[in-house]
């Protein structure tokens, strides 16, 4: 059954050693590993990460932050460079967590959470972007070439993103970087709001997917909106996908700009019984799914 997993995101940010004990109560509550940010440097120390994991029984996977200043998108060399040397950076941090993928929006150019506004984008400027950015994971697939390390691109809807938003459109881009180190990874709560069916879009994205968030349309608690989750795992059955599920209900409360931020739901006393929930929820349909096989 594929490992089920809950990004650090949730209780933290930045997570730091204090946060330690927080990998019991994950692996109690029914998770198998923590989808962890990758550390800045100074926020953890890769070593003591990696003890406290194996302590706590969990398995690792990094999500990569992009910024305007590491972004492989930008005209800009220098942002460029520093998306390229991010990438790197993010290769070596796995290698020594143990981790094995690194996913998210690693074409950079942030939208919603870099405080700007979606703007048009023309044909011209959408093909150069493009070319940037097949070139940046080229170099960063080189480096993580031999390492065990996957780079797992991530499309994001309109509102975080006007570079890449739809599976369609991961897969072009992968077709022209063409490397075994970068593939795709996918959030339904982003292909709630850019694809016509999630499952066509999963058999689409077929042996490529290296990494599958599982989140509602509305980023609450598994089950409680409206994606279609029976016809979510029978395809990701369908195709294949063994791979780790992670989920991401967290509430942000982010004042960075001035105001009070995408506060996507409020807290839950309950949360922790919600949260186990949620696990067995997702266990339970895979469980399901392998039964009908």
Known sequence: MNPVGLISMQYARPFTAEHFPLFVRMKK??????????????????RETAKALSDAGLG????????????????????????????????????????????GPLTGNPL?????????????ERL?????????????????????????????????????????QAIE????????????????FHMAMEEASIA????????????????????GFPGTGSVD???VFRALHEVGYRGPISLEPFRRNDDRFGVPFAQWRPPHEDESERLAASAAFIKSHLALTEFRR
Not at 132 to 160: I, M, Q
């Open 229 to 231: 989750w029976v016809s």
């Open 60 to 103: 690792v996977v990094l999500a990569a932050r992009v910024n305007l200043q590491r972004n492989l998108s930008s005209a800009e060399p220098d942002a460029h460079r520093g998306g390229v040397d991010y990438l790197r950076y993010t290769v070596d941090c796995a290698i020594e967590l143990g981790a094995t993928i690194v996913g």
């Open 112 to 124: 919603v959470f870099a405080g700007r506004p979606p703007a048009p984008v023309t044909e011209e």
């Open 128 to 168: 150069a972007r493009k070319a940037r950015c097949v070139e940046g994971l080229k170099a960063a697939g080189a480096h993580a070439a031999g390492t065990g390390v996957t780079l797992a691109v991530e499309p994001l809807n309109r509102f975080e993103s006007d570079v890449l938003c739809t599976t369609q």
């Open 200 to 219: 066509e879009a999963i058999l689409l994205g077929g042996a490529r997917i290296r990494h599958f968030q599982a989140n509602e349309n509305h980023r």
């Open 173 to 188: 881009l992968l077709d022209a970087v063409d490397h075994p180190s970068v593939q795709l990874m996918l959030d339904t």
């Open 29 to 46: 509550l029914g998770f198998d590993f923590v989808e962890l940010l990758v550390p800045e440097p100074g926020e953890l120390d890769t």
